[in-house]
Every structure is written in C-alpha cells, then in structure tokens.
C-alpha cells in the first residue's frame, strides 16, 4: 500500500504537471528573474560557502535554457534586502505593464542565502518572509514562482493560506493557471545543507542538474516545473540523509488558479552531453577540475541528455571499488556521446573531485621573480635590479573559503656598480627576505582562474660587498609592508600556475631617512595538498 504521504505527492506531481506556458521562445510568455545570493548572514551567523556559486548557477541555467532574456534577469550578489526587494518593485511594474499590453508574463524570484526566525538574512540587513511573500502575491506577473534555499525556509508554507505538503495539487476549470508557487530547500525545522564536492547547496545544485535536462522524466527535450522539483527533492533526501545534520526536505506551497504545463526550461536545441542507452545504468558526474558542473542520473535501457556550455569535461561514474572517468568535448551547437569504452578504470585516489568536506588546504610554490625600485638613484648606485628565487606556503580557506595566508623565504643577487666622481666601484648585490601574506582569493570562469590581493610584510636583509677589498661590506636590515595582487590558475589537479606583482615601501636611514618604493613582478607553479 501507497503511504499517504507519498500518494499526496504523486497526486500532487501530476496535477503540478497541469500548470502554465512553455518559455518565452516556445510561447510567446515574457518572463522574468530576480536570482540573489549572499553569502554573510550578519551577528550571530557563520558565513556560508557557495550561496552566490548557486545564485550565478541558476541565474545561468535560467537565461540560457528557461526562456528569460539577459536584459530581464537581474543577478544581485552579497546585496542588501532592499536591493533585493528594489529588484523585485522593478520587475513587478514591468510585468504589470506587459499585462495591460495583452501579454502573458511570469516572474521566478530565487533567493540562497540565510535564514532565521522567518527572516532573510542578507548581510546586516533582514527581509521578513512575510513580506517578501505579500510582495510577489502582487507582483503583476500572471505567475510567479519563488525559490528560497535556505535554513527554515520551509516555514513559508506554514502560513495562512497556503497548503503545505511536499507537491501540490490543482482543482480549477480555468485553461492558464495564475498565481504565486514557492519552493523552499528545507522544512521549517530543517538546516539547508552545503557540500564542498559539488561547491554549492545540495537543493540548488540538484535543482539546477534537473533544469539542465536531468528532469526531463517525459522525456520530451522540456523540464517541467513539477519534474524539477521531483527531480531535486528526491536527490536532496537521498543526498542528505546520511549527513550529520539528517535529510533535508524541500517543500512546495502553492495559490494558484488554473491548469496548463510550466515548464521551466528547454533544453533539446542546445549543445551538451548524452548518455546513451546502451551505457551502463548510473551517475555520471561531469565537471571541470574539482568542480562539478552537473550529474547525469542514468536509467537502465534509456538514454540521458542534459545542456552544458560548450568547453571541455572530465565524466565520472563510481563503481564499488573504482572509477570510471574520461575526458569529454562539448562543442557549441552539438550533443556530445559518452562512449564507454572512452572511460578507463582508475582507482579512487585518481578522482577529479578529492572528497567532501575539507577544511583548510595547504600549498607549496616555487617561485621566480625580479625586483626593482622606484627611484633611479637608487637602482643605480644602492638597490640595483635583483632577480631572486623562493619557496611560499600557504593555507588557504583559512578564515573561511577564499581567505589565504601566506609565508615566503626568498634570496637573490645581482652585480652592479656603484659611480663616484672619477671613480667606478663595482660591487656584488645579494639579499634575503622573509615574509608573510594575508590576500582574498576570488575564483572565476568555473573555478580553475582566481583572482587575489591582499597584503603583505617582509623582513628584509641586503647587502653588497665591493670588489676592491679595502672597502668595508655593507648591509642593510629593514621592515618593509605591501600590497600584493595576482592571477591563479589551476593546471590539472592540484597544480597551478600563479602570476603576482607586489609593491611595497621601505623606510632607508643610513646617513638620512628615505621614503623608498619597489615593485617585484613573480611567476610560481603551486600545487595543493
């Protein structure tokens, strides 16, 4: 026998399939997005990993595949509630506009981020989830959906007038279907959960691996709103239920009108990856680096397609003692076919993705770099041009993801010549510096390039020792603070290439005090432990 639970949500399911029109391109509807995610939550909170990772993931997947135009899709990262709230009034009066016009307009508001006491939290700034809610209840958008992936979110739909349950059902007579759907990531008592293998939410990224085609169950190249939430609620349960923190359970709530197909996505015209039938039954994982972009759930005797962004691929399916894992190239306009036997065997040691959960990562450089001053006196006769050679070690995600801190031994020296009146004194440069580093590491294009700056400061010991042997060695020890900033990016593995440039000041008091800059442009090839 069907538990009622269960036969609620198949009930539900189908009539969710009953919904409203296919994106814009398909039917003629204008569509709109609100996608915000923040990372900070303010006093009281621990700042999350990849709240707008999975904002730009559903803002991407949702102007490329789900109808909504660039130019109607605002992306509003580490915002406040009332930019949030800004964006959603200027949407509204847009899609009211549209209506009086004879259009048909639909309006999706995605929120990641954190929550408490039935409150969004968006840095220091709160947003009530009641007002958030009366505020899309007349939005002037024939639907609206609301997505909120965050802890609690579930107690949306405790309140007045929405039916809580994990789907919905839909009893009207009318042909389109208008009104407001809110899916939430957990129930009201429920923390929402992150995971470092796939560098987001568990919701959000299931959600987004659905609307990419993984939810098509009718296989007919279009992602519905009931298969996706089906798709996303089943593979948060079953990704969560052995956490620490227990299963997580989204949750649906729904006033509508209506009946009709929302389909959320389209995705058989777009270049990406199939697993065809003939492949064995499973998840294959596809990703770049130690990212992954997207799973494919396989069934057996079936195939599976999903969209994915023209580039380059690695795909992984886990077996009980080993992998299978393959490169794969998807080219813009064209379905690329995982081929069995282009996968090999490889032990578990090898797997792109080296686990879940990691806490702070340690990285040894190599480094080779040039310094020079500022001052042309000072190149000339005192500090000439050194090239210098170091090893560097970081820990990174110190504080929190994308905080590094840094030390650096370095040794260099150079031969100059030191100019007096009638005189040419040559003499031999060498120095030695230690330092330490505290840079913000922020990573782009998927996450193998980074961006980093931060600040830095060095002891320093230099000298130079003259040619002819009556004149005395000298050297010179000082503090020296800096500002450093660079680029990072990940080779294979844990390798990396890393670009820098530092500037820093130095405080010269032999015989008088100066004010002396130099500049030290370096190359390093890093790998992560």
Known sequence: MIAAGARRRWIALAALGALAAPPAAAGGEHRYAVVAGNDEGGPG???????????????????????????????????????????????????AQDR??????????????????????????????????????????????????????????????????????????????????????????????????????????????????????????????????????????????DSAAGAQHPTFSYDLRGNGDLVLTEFARHEGLLVPAAAPAGTYYVG??????????????????????????????????????????????????????????????????????????????????????????????????????????????FFRRGWVVGADLAAGGARATLQRPGVALPFRFSEASLGASLFREWRLSGGSLSLLFGGRAALMLMSRTFDAPELPHQSFSTFSPGLLAGLRYRLWGGVAAVARARVHYLLYNVEENRSLGYWELAAAVAYDF
């Open 100 to 241: 009086r016009a004879g259009a048909r307009t639909a309006l999706i508001v995605y929120f990641s981020g954190h929550a408490k006491d039935n409150v969004l939290r968006l840095g220091d700034s709160r947003l009530p989830i009641e007002e958030l809610r009366g505020r899309l209840a007349s939005s002037g958008a024939d639907v609206t959906v609301a997505i909120l992936d965050s802890c609690r979110s579930g107690v949306v739909t405790r309140t007045k007038g929405a039916r809580h349950t994990p789907a919905f059902e839909v009893h009207t007579s009318d042909s389109e279907a208008r009104g407001t759907v809110l899916l939430t990531s957990s129930s009201a008592d429920e923390d929402a959960q992150e995971s470092d293998e796939i560098r987001g939410s568990y919701f959000s990224y299931h959600l987004d691996s659905g609307l990419r085609g993984g939810a098509d169950r009718s296989r007919d190249g279009r992602v519905t709103l009931a298969e996706a939430y089906d798709y996303a609620y089943g593979r948060t349960v079953a990704d969560t239920a």
């Open 288 to 397: 770049r680096g130690e990212f992954i972009a997207a799973e494919v759930v396989k069934p057996a005797g079936a195939d599976q397609r999903i969209a994915l962004p023209a580039g380059r691929y690695w795909v992984k399916r886990r077996l009980a003692d080993r992998l299978r894992i393959g490169q794969i190239e998807v080219t813009a306009g064209q379905v690329a076919t995982v081929e069995e036997a282009s996968l090999r065997d490889a032990p578990f040691s090898d797997d792109p993705v080296k686990g879940a959960a990691r806490g702070s990562l340690f990285a040894l450089a190599l480094a080779g770099s040039v310094q020079a001053f500022f001052d042309a006196p000072t190149r000339d006769g005192l500090f000439p041009p050194t090239a210098l050679v170091g090893a560097e070690l970081e820990v990174r995600d």
């Open 45 to 95: 909170t621990r700042p999350l990993l990849y709240a707008t990772a999975d904002a730009r993931r559903i803002h991407d997947v949702l102007v490329h595949l789900g109808g909504v135009a660039a130019a109607d899709a605002a992306l509003l990262l580490d915002r406040s509630a009332g930019d949030l709230l800004g964006a959603v009034a200027a949407v509204s009066a847009r899609a």
